[in-house]
C-alpha cells in the first residue's frame, strides 16, 4: 500500500544540525518532497528531489534518498530557532496527477536555544 | 506573484450552519486543490481543478461539501449542514501544472480554520 513514516519528534540544539528522516512504501515514486509548516500556517515548500537523484544541496539544506531502502531525510545545518516547525514528507506517485501525493504525518523539529 | 491567499483565516460556526471558504490562487496557475487537515495529521485530499472544470474528489467527501471554480480563477469550498468532526484546518493550494512527466509544485495558503460549535 501506499504509505510514508516519519517520527513524530526531534529536538536539537541551535547551531547543530537536524537530520529529519522518513520512510515510504511505495516504489513507483517521481518526486519527493518537504514541506514546512509553521503553527497556524500553510505549507511551504523546502525542497524536493526527483527520484533518480541521491542527494540534493539547498544552502543550508541537503535531501539524501536512498531509493534501494525507500528512505529519505532531510538536514538542516546550523538549525536555528526560526526553523522550529512541523516538517512533512510527501511522495509523488506516477499517476501524473497531484492528487496522488501521499503525507507523512509530520515530524515536529523544536530547536534550543 | 502575491502567493496563495485564503478567506476568511479563521470562522466559528454552530452545528448545522453553513460556511463557505474562498480561495485566490496564484495568478495564472492552473490547477487548484483543496485539502483538509486536522491536529497531528497530513493534509487529507479533498478535491481540485484544472482551470474551471473539477477533476476528482476524494471518496470520503461527504455530499454536504461542494467546491466551484467557476472562472477558473478563484474558488470557493461550501460545507453545509456543518457537523463538529468538519472542525479543520482547510488550506488551498494551487500550481502551473504543465504535464504528468514535470515536477509539479504546490504552493499554499495559510489556510482557513474552522471550529464547528
Known amino acids: 500500500g501506499e504509505d510514508v513514516e516519519q517520527s513524530l519528534f526531534l529536538s536539537v540544539r541551535e547551531g547543530d544540525s537536524s537530520v529529519i528522516n522518513c520512510t515510504y512504501t511505495d516504489s513507483s515514486s517521481t518526486y519527493l518532497y518537504w514541506y514546512k509548516q509553521e503553527p497556524g500556517a500553510g505549507l511551504q515548500l523546502l525542497t524536493y528531489?526527483?527520484?533518480n537523484m541521491d542527494m540534493k544541496q539547498d544552502q543550508r539544506l541537503t535531501v539524501l534518498l536512498n531509493k534501494k531502502d525507500k528512505h529519505l531525510s532531510l538536514r538542516i545545518a546550523d538549525t536555528q530557532t526560526g526553523d522550529s516547525a512541523i516538517y512533512f514528507c510527501?511522495?509523488?506517485?506516477?499517476?501524473?496527477?497531484?492528487?496522488?501525493?501521499?503525507w507523512g504525518l509530520g515530524t515536529s523539529l523544536a530547536v534550543n536555544p | 506573484d502575491t502567493g496563495v491567499s485564503q478567506n476568511p483565516r479563521h470562522k466559528i460556526t454552530k452545528r448545522g450552519q453553513n460556511v463557505t471558504f474562498r480561495c485566490d490562487p496564484i495568478?495564472?496557475?492552473?490547477?487548484l486543490y483543496w485539502y483538509r487537515q486536522t491536529l497531528g495529521q497530513g493534509p487529507e485530499f479533498l478535491t481540485y481543478f484544472q482551470n474551471e472544470a473539477q477533476l476528482e474528489k476524494s471518496r470520503l467527501l461527504s455530499d454536504r461539501f461542494s467546491a466551484e471554480r467557476p472562472k477558473g480563477s478563484f474558488s470557493t469550498l461550501e460545507i453545509q449542514r456543518t457537523e463538529q468532526g468538519d472542525s479543520a484546518m482547510y488550506l488551498c493550494?494551487?500550481?502551473?501544472?504543465?504535464?504528468?512527466?514535470?515536477?509539479?509544485?504546490?504552493?499554499f495558503g495559510s489556510g482557513t480554520q474552522l471550529s464547528v460549535l
Open positions: 493550494a494551487s500550481s502551473d501544472y504543465r504535464g504528468p512527466a514535470t515536477n509539479e509544485k504546490l504552493f
Open positions: 528531489i526527483f527520484s
Open positions: 495568478s495564472e496557475h492552473n490547477r
Open positions: 510527501a511522495e509523488r506517485l506516477y499517476a501524473g496527477n497531484n492528487r496522488k501525493l501521499i
